[in-house]
């Protein structure tokens, strides 16, 4: 049975950092940090964006400027996005790994804007992946809900014991790890996700 590698984006694939984020967003929409976190972050609307209640790229934008009186686009959501994510090389690489060995899929809380913009924001990953890009926006639930686990693995007709977790979040691992599957803790070396770790991970969980 091909094996199935489930992949987290923040500080798995990729380092983030909202405090780099929240002040691009400010700029560029030209207003400030404290407005756009407390209306549209506190006001719960970017969960509800990962939960799929803003299910298009239109819906999304609509809110935004409903909520915060600023006008957002999709091309500056992506600058702002962009600003607080950077490349870990040996990350990518041990994804690439895993599309060699099995069968490799995103699983990440987040809004259709992210899974949209996926090849301005990270090219490698949107190339590798394909169309393996599940996201929580499209599933209707977010991690840890187990859920979204179930969801996932009957997606790529997978049995639980044939899937493998990787996130950097303990409680979503320990999470995927009651429901059934393996799961791995992603850490981090000098803030970037360590690609090294991850393979040797997967390499394991390949030859068990």
Known sequence: ???LYLFDFD????????????PALAELTGSTQYHLAKTWWVGGHEEKADSGG????ES????????????LTLEKWQTSRKAAMTRSETAVDALRHATSIGT???LSNNNV???TSLPVLAPDVAEILGDHDLVSADLGVTKPDPLIFELAIERFDAAKGDALFLDDNARNVSAAQKFGIRAFHV????HLPDGAAMRAAIDAFAAA
């Open 187 to 190: 850490p981090s070396v000098d």
């Open 104 to 106: 490799a899929s995103l």
């Open 60 to 71: 999304y934008l609509e809110a935004w400027h409903e909520v915060t009186g600023t006008v």
């Open 1 to 3: 049975m091909t094996k």
């Open 54 to 57: 803003y299910p298009t790229v």
């Open 113 to 115: 804007l992210f899974r």
């Open 11 to 22: 500080q798995t694939l990729y380092a983030y950092d909202f405090h780099k984020r929240l």
